[in-house]
């Protein structure tokens, strides 16, 4: 342990033969590509407050959350109990509301009103806290929802643009277009598990771009290098012997990361809906660069990436 | 590449040093005030507290520089002798507009506004309309000013209302053109700071009047509703004889005769000379006190009153006198603010937000050491010795801009430790594939830290990318994890490409390996 490794992913002089397996590949990241898409149309994702605007308020009761109770309170003080859920443990309840219509003048203020009105009932409850309240108007919702697309748009052409920069405009396309497949799964996951898409959310999602597409840089760095190095091998055999020779580090350093996060996952409190989808970023991105990314740049660089290994006119 | 310089280890080595002196104060206590004590501020989420966005009404600004303007010309034309119709102000395109009483007026019209103080400092422009209107239009460079002056002062009246409330480490910050964001750490019920500061408190006296009771008011009137009887309105005239903001003091206090809450103000000596004037201009007639547009009190004025003493009341509580006390002395606002967001946490939630950032950075940093140790041996330990310098630089660097630190800012450190292995991982695995083309260990390694390097760098430029523009739209805890991330980024650079390159080529040197733990 402190001197020769214990234990190694891959013994050396591993070829496996992925690229036979890339139309399975490619097919499987579609359907489940489509299937996502299908998702985020119906039922969608499930906005959180900072897109949603409105309020959410979090409370601990003494013992076991007495619904009926909690409802009445809020009832006394004409707030809306449609709202309320339990969440986590059996003493915590959480009211969500919706933001007043924004149409009427003074929608605003009557989203922030709430919040007070929603204290007021809990604080006729004996031995209530509230954990949290949060109240955000239409117009903030709004711009902030503008503003996390923005990042993501403008993220994601800015690595496109680095690519392009940095290697031939095939590898470019094929990573842009496998981060795009990685954004939709990513998607999907969030409306199968109700995961509520929010700011942090997009911090995730951006985080894990930003992973993926590491890990594409580093194979096709790979294979950049076997180009100058190995002239005339087919395009399908380099671009099998990159991924091989860079799977060592690929699965170490995937799984690097996914063991940091994965204790987020586990006791990171109102971050662990974050981690998880940082996990399964990092299990999409480290195979989408090996299924996807790679096969892509095949089919794209097959005639120009590989001049050499024309046969001779 | 294989020889680092005496200097060069010194002065990583101090770099880590560095780094731990500066952690050195979010453990201890500061032993003396003079010791230079900077620390990580825990954000909100994690120590409790409040987060209110306000939003500035501009609309009011433009509106009350309007009503100002009018008043203004309405004086100067009457001290010219000249007489007007119509005089009406329209905030949306922020001119006041009126119609000479005879065309043959137009010309001294547009003389005698022209030559109005606010004209000759450019605010606003005077021109004739072709059906005979004049049109008098505020500059929009005036009104950038004037808004950007009203979200100044707004900011420095929200600081004065909260300091007076004695929350502890209150931060005001000026959020694009018209917003202003408070956070108060350790309040988890803002509701009467976000009552305080949606208060204007703008306190002006005004004569009564009388003989337009009843009619619909003519030019230069507004009726105003009784704060304790919206429906009962009082004809006021526009005109401001006093102003509350020529206070000096006010204090909550018990009226002597009735035995009910009031407030007792003093003028400085302008407002004391002003309230004097007119009390003594206006004796037998009605005056009332306005604040924010609501008639607190119409009394009759029975003598001049020259003390520069006076006393509001209205069926005030303890808690109401109080509360207008306070504002009236913080100042009124010069526009009506309003929350748009806020988030408050309680100070349970943030405790348990601590213990689970702490448990989770704790547990992932040794399920990072334990699989670097068994997977790369010796050089493992190596980026392990660097993980750890990496984990104390970021903490120094937080600490260095006392900067906040929230749970997505330690979620933001436990990725970075996650990723900051990567480097270690691209060295060790190419120098094993070099080994197995049979290089000397001298010549594995130097292969490896070339050929890794320019990976390195092509991946960390990636993720500085996406993290520059989560920066750039975030907002709040985003914004922290982005920071985070960026600081982790210059970190790892550091730690990876140095201290844990140095590790190895020392060891190299020291023991000549005719094999190495690969």
């Not at chain 1, 959350?65 to 449609?82: K, N, P, S």
């Not at chain 1, 059996?90 to 924004?102: E, G, K, S």
């Not at chain 1, 999409?284 to 090996?290: E, K, P």
């Amino acid at each position: 342990m402190f001197s020769r490794p214990l234990l190694r992913f891959v013994p050396n002089g591993t070829r496996i033969n992925f690229m036979r397996g890339r139309f399975i590949g490619l097919a499987t990241s579609a359907v489940l590509s489509i299937a996502s898409i299908i998702l985020f149309l119906h039922p969608g994702l499930t906005l959180g407050l900072d897109f949603r605007g409105g309020i959410v308020v979090e409370v601990r009761t003494q013992g076991p959350a007495d619904f009926g109770q909690v409802r009445a309170a809020l009832a006394g003080q004409h707030v809306d109990a449609a709202g309320v859920q339990s969440f986590g443990a059996p003493d915590d309840v959480l009211i969500r509301l919706d933001a007043p219509p924004a149409a009427s003048a003074d929608h605003e203020a009557r989203t922030q009103a709430l919040v007070d009105s929603v204290r007021h009932a809990v604080a006729t409850l004996p031995g209530a806290q509230v954990l949290r309240a949060d109240a955000v108007g239409a117009s903030v919702s709004a711009e902030l929802f503008r503003d996390g697309m923005l990042a993501l748009g403008i993220s994601l052409l800015m690595i496109l643009g680095y690519i392009w920069f940095r290697f031939e405009w095939e590898f470019a396309v094929s990573a842009v277009i496998t981060l795009i497949l990685d954004l939709t799964k990513a998607v999907g996951f969030l409306v199968v598990t109700h995961f509520e898409f929010d700011l942090v959310m997009v911090a995730a999602i951006l985080t894990i771009l930003g992973y993926s597409t590491n890990d594409k840089v580093v194979v096709y760095d790979r294979v950049r290098e076997n180009l100058r190095k190995y002239r005339t091998m087919p395009l399908a055999e380099l671009i099998d012997l990159s991924i091989n020779e860079t799977l060592s580090r690929t699965l170490g350093t995937s799984m690097t990361v996914f063991l940091a996060a994965l204790p987020l996952a586990l006791f990171g409190a109102s971050l662990s809906s974050f981690a998880w989808v940082m996990l399964f970023g990092i299990v999409v991105g480290t195979s989408s660069s090996i299924f996807i990314a790679a096969p892509i740049l095949l089919l794209l660089g097959e005639k120009r990436l590989r001049r050499d290994a024309r046969p001779p006119r | 590449m294989m020889y680092y310089s005496r200097l060069k280890l010194a002065s990583v080595v101090a770099v880590c040093l560095l780094g731990v002196l500066l952690c050195l104060p979010n453990a201890l206590r500061q032993p003396a005030p003079t010791v230079p004590w900077r620390q990580i501020h825990l954000g909100l989420d994690l120590r409790g507290g409040s987060y209110l966005l306000m939003q500035v009404d501009m609309n009011s600004v433009t509106a009350d520089r309007l009503r100002t303007l009018a008043d203004g010309t309405r004086q100067a034309l009457l001290g010219a002798g000249l007489g007007y119709r119509d005089i009406a102000t329209d905030t949306h395109a922020g001119t006041v507009t009126f119609t000479p009483r005879t065309p043959s007026e137009t010309e001294a019209d547009l003389k005698t506004l022209r030559a109005m103080p606010m004209a000759v400092a450019n605010e606003f422009a005077v021109a004739q309309r072709p059906d005979g209107a004049i049109a008098i239009t505020l500059s929009p460079e005036a009104m950038r000013l004037r808004a950007t002056e009203a979200v100044t002062q707004s900011i420095e009246i929200v600081r004065r209302r909260i300091d007076a409330t004695g929350a502890v480490d209150p931060e005001i910050t000026r959020q694009g053109d018209d917003r202003i964001v408070v956070e108060l750490p350790g309040i988890s019920d803002p509701e009467r700071v976000k009552h305080l500061l949606g208060t204007t408190a703008k306190m002006t006296f005004h004569m009564v009047q009388d003989s337009a009771l009843g009619a619909i008011p003519g030019p230069g009137v507004t009726l105003l509703p009784m704060m304790n009887a919206p429906d009962q309105k009082l004809p006021i005239a526009d005109h401001v004889d006093v102003d509350g903001s020529d206070l000096t003091n006010a204090s909550a206090a018990i009226d002597q005769q009735t035995g009910e809450w009031a407030v007792d103000f003093t003028f400085d000596s302008v407002g004391a000379r002003a309230f004097a004037a007119t009390t003594r201009a206006n004796v037998g007639r009605r005056f009332a006190i306005v604040l924010d547009n609501k008639v607190v009190q119409a009394p009759v004025i029975r003598s001049a009153i020259t003390g520069g003493n006076g006393q509001i009341s209205g069926g005030f509580d303890a808690q109401s006198a109080t509360d207008l006390a306070l504002l009236l002395r913080a100042g009124a606002l010069p526009a009506p603010l309003s929350v748009i967001e806020q988030r408050t946490i309680g100070p349970s939630l943030g405790a348990d937000s601590i213990r689970a950032g702490m448990i989770s950075l704790g547990v992932g940093f040794g399920l990072v050491i334990v699989f670097m140790a068994l997977f790369y041996g010796r050089f493992g330990w190596y980026a392990n010795v660097a993980l750890l310098a990496n984990l104390v630089l970021m903490v120094a660097i937080l600490s260095l801009f006392q900067a906040t630190l929230t749970l997505p800012g330690m979620a933001g450190m436990l990725l970075t430790l996650g990723m900051a292995v990567d480097a270690n991982i691209l060295i060790n695995e190419r120098i094993r594939e070099e080994i197995a083309r049979n290089r000397t260990p001298l010549a594995a390694m130097q292969a490896g830290f070339e050929r890794a390097t320019s990976t390195i760098l092509d991946s960390n430029a990636t993720a500085l990318l996406a993290h520059i523009m989560l920066f750039a739209f975030g907002t709040g805890p985003v914004q922290n994890f982005a920071l985070t991330i960026m600081i982790g980024i210059v970190t790892t650079l550091f730690t990876t490409l140095l201290l844990s390159r140095m590790l190895m080529v020392r060891w190299y040197a020291r023991t000549r390996p005719t094999v190495l733990p690969v």
